[in-house]
């Protein structure tokens, strides 16, 4: 990662403040601007009018990027407005860290030097993990773009940025997340409850028996309701990459949710010719 710019009126540049000493010898000569912690006067100018909501410190964040010093600045900033952050450098590092503990988000470098940050976010949603995944990177076609919400992203963050620009999106970003469910890690949707720690699933109050596949495609589908998806994404989510990649047994999958969870949630499942499935939320869209 490289390119971080300056946020307006609250963040250091490089030289300007004690701690720049620490970071100047570790960042790339055509890094022009940084953003640093403040000083410690600008400390005392940022409370509390630019202090962050107390809850943010059970929010725990990884920043992944092989640029240690950039890694750094990124995770110390995000901790100073009270974040909790750990780091990791690399792709396969970063993949154990989510299996041993999953973060309540993910800022992820799209180049990483063993598999890169596409590759990254599609593994741990084929894993199950759904916790959010902002990615940094210099690439700005639009086809990388579309690789990295298809793949499973959030939003996405062009370089060069600024600290105070990414602090915002992931306020954004953990809002929505908030948005998808209860307390309790339930996902619900109309009368339809996902209860991910019991792994039990009810309509209008009522338990529906769901094979552990079922149930997985079904929390996919409201993970991302009242958004499209494609049938390449339900396979690579719910089945191995290695499956034949025949799409029928999508189509068969999605023919067993409608019968087994009735005609209204039925209903609210919707093909989308030639692209995939929807699942409606009760207030959307037709």
Aim: net charge negative; proline share 5%.
């Amino acid at each position: 990662m490289y390119g971080c710019t300056r946020p307006k009126g609250s963040l250091s540049s490089v030289g300007s403040s004690p701690q720049a000493s620490q970071f100047v010898h570790r960042i790339p000569t055509e890094i022009v601007e940084v953003a640093l912690l403040p000083s410690e006067s600008e400390r005392t100018s940022l409370r509390p009018t630019d202090a962050v909501d107390p809850e943010t410190a059970d929010v725990r964040i990884l920043v992944v990027d092989d640029e240690e010093s950039l890694a750094d600045m990124v995770a110390s900033s995000l901790r100073f407005v009270g974040y909790g952050v750990d780091t990791e450098l690399r792709g396969y590092d970063a993949l154990r860290s989510v299996k041993a503990s999953t973060p309540d988000l993910i800022v992820l470098d799209v180049n990483l030097p063993d598999i890169d940050g596409f590759e990254v976010c599609r593994r741990i949603r084929r894993d199950g993990v759904d916790a959010p995944v902002i990615f940094l990177t210099a690439r700005d076609a639009a086809d990388d773009i579309r690789a990295g919400f298809m793949g499973g992203g959030d939003d996405y963050l062009t370089k060069p940025f600024s600290l105070e620009e990414l602090s915002l999106r992931i306020e954004a970003v953990l809002r929505r997340a908030g948005g998808r469910g209860e307390a309790g890690h339930r996902v619900v949707t109309g009368s339809l409850v996902l209860d991910e720690d019991s792994h039990q699933v009810f309509v209008d109050g009522v338990e529906i028996e769901l094979s552990p596949t079922e149930f997985r495609l079904l929390r996919y589908l409201m993970l991302n309701q009242g958004r499209v998806v494609s049938k390449l994404q339900i396979l690579e989510y719910v089945w191995e990459y290695d499956f034949d990649g025949r799409s029928g047994v999508v189509d068969t999958y999605i023919s067993y949710l409608r019968r087994k969870l009735g005609p209204g949630v039925a209903e609210s499942l919707r093909t989308i010719r030639g692209i995939g499935y929807v699942l409606r939320t009760p207030d959307g869209p037709e």
